[in-house]
């Protein structure tokens, strides 16, 4: 059974950092794509960052790109996404999603997901 969690959500003051985790179980870690993505209440759901297999290729939104890092521990079966410069439009839930299917990265094909059960960001201005 595959399980993602995450960890790390909460309330940060505008300018303020926070780090995401996400632990993977149930699935060949090492072997697969994984992303963040986030989704604020009355919108879709929004790629926010992706990383292949072993950490060498990272990508981002354009919203978030230079703010936010992404990085991966394969020993730890963990993902993370840290969270600099947070303004009060990061506000969101953010969801960790693993894709067994591509190992450069995230398909465009969503259905081919493993999805978390989201961590709530809140940035206060």
């Known amino acids: 059974q595959v399980q993602l969690v995450e960890s790390g959500g909460g309330l940060a003051q505008a300018g303020g950092s926070l780090r995401l985790s996400c632990a993977a179980s149930g699935l060949t870690f090492s072997r697969c794509g994984m992303g963040w993505f986030r989704q604020a209440p009355g919108k879709e759901r929004e790629f926010v960052a992706a990383i292949n297999w072993s950490g060498a290729d990272r990508y981002y939104a354009d919203s978030v790109q230079g703010r936010f890092t992404i990085s991966r521990d394969n020993a730890k079966n963990t993902v993370y996404l840290q969270m600099n410069s947070l303004k009060p439009e990061d506000t969101a839930v953010y969801y960790c999603?693993?894709?067994?299917?591509?190992?450069?990265?995230?398909?465009?094909?969503?259905?081919?997901?493993?999805w978390g059960q989201g961590t709530q960001v809140t940035v206060s201005s």
């Open positions: 999603a693993g894709d067994p299917s591509n190992l450069s990265g995230l398909s465009v094909n969503r259905a081919r997901y493993y």
